[in-house]
């Protein structure tokens, strides 16, 4: 069984930094992507950045610069790397894998269950 574990947040001041981690178990097909999501509050559930398989990254313009996402070798632990944060980036904070659908059976994305971020002034 996937499970996805993320930890890593809480309560800074603007301009300051947090790294996340997301720690997967259970997974025994392909990654496609590593992927981690903001959701601030009342809004939905934005893409932040991205890990493809092919070690590329990709990043939503609101962080590009200031955040970036790595893995850990050949672990499946995730990282999120939060430098000069906002008020704005205020939220919880997802990490989903996504799995390639030729290898696996059943879901291909899974999500972990979110840790809160607040960005004080």
């Known amino acids: 069984q996937v499970q996805l574990v993320e930890s890593g947040g809480g309560l800074v001041q603007a301009g300051e930094s947090l790294r996340l981690t997301c720690v997967a178990s259970?997974?025994?097909?392909?990654?496609?992507?590593l992927r981690w999501y903001h959701q601030a509050p009342g809004q939905q559930r934005q893409l932040v950045a991205t890990l493809n398989s092919d070690s590329t990254t990709e990043y939503a313009d609101s962080v590009k610069g200031r955040f970036t996402i790595s893995k850990d070798g050949t672990s499946n632990t995730v990282y999120l790397q939060m430098d000069r944060l906002k008020i704005e980036d205020t939220g919880v904070y997802y990490c989903?894998?996504?799995?390639?659908?030729?290898?696996?059976?059943?879901?291909?994305?899974?999500w972990g269950q979110g840790t809160q971020v607040t960005v004080s002034s």
């Open positions: 989903m894998v996504a799995l390639d659908p030729m290898t696996t059976l059943g879901t291909l994305y899974h």
């Open positions: 259970g997974i025994i097909s392909k990654i496609t992507s």
